[in-house]
């Protein structure tokens, strides 16, 4: 079979497969969130970075809700790692930022984070100084959905269908998700130009 052919029927899988019910629970928590002027924070390294800026865009200009990345100031980002380590990045960052029991996370992450792998052990850190403050954990995450999926308050887990295609397609899959949460009648306020 060709592999675009391959990929795409993989796609329309796992959009049979997935959580639809995890995702409205998201869409009427981050509604809540919105009336109690949380702010939505955004954590992913890799191409789930690249997703987090981008996401961060949409839940603010579209949804009205406050929203960041700390990937999307690179200065910052890189003085940390050379100054403190990777593994502390985002949890030094959000401690700055206040962060408090009003505001949410939101990690897009393939792996979750895994600290026996070390893999992404600077999402688990945030993950746990977040669980200290009782804030909101959310996920779209793939595989077993790591440590974000053992933590979150609702984690959707992008359904495996190729070992071969993980990567691609959570990360992929991320970005349909959270434009079904920007769309969402109980978030979107501003229309999309097209």
């Known amino acids: 079979m060709p592999h675009a052919k391959k990929y795409f029927e993989q796609i329309a899988e796992i959009c049979k497969r997935i959580n639809l019910e995890k995702i409205e629970k998201i869409a009427q928590e981050l509604s809540e969130l919105r009336a109690r002027s949380g702010r939505l924070f955004i954590l992913g390294v890799g191409g789930s970075a690249a997703n987090a800026s981008h996401a961060v865009n949409d839940f603010r200009k579209l949804c009205a809700i406050e929203s960041y990345a700390p990937t999307d100031n690179v200065s910052e980002l890189t003085a ?60 779209i995450v793939g595989r077993d959905g790591g440590f974000t999926a053992e933590v979150a308050d609702i984690a959707v887990i992008i359904p495996e269908v190729d070992e071969h295609l993980v990567t691609p397609h959570v990360e992929a899959l991320q970005g349909v998700v959270w434009h079904c949460l920007v769309s969402h009648p109980l978030l979107q306020i501003q229309n999309t130009k097209w």
């Open 80 to 139: 940390r790692t050379n100054d403190e380590g990777w593994e502390t990045v985002f949890v030094n960052w959000l401690k700055i930022s206040k962060m408090n029991n009003k505001d949410a996370i939101l990690v897009l992450s393939v792996g979750g984070g895994h600290v026996k792998r070390n893999v992404s052990v600077n999402l688990v850190n945030a993950l746990k100084e977040a669980k200290n403050l009782a804030l909101k954990i959310f996920g």
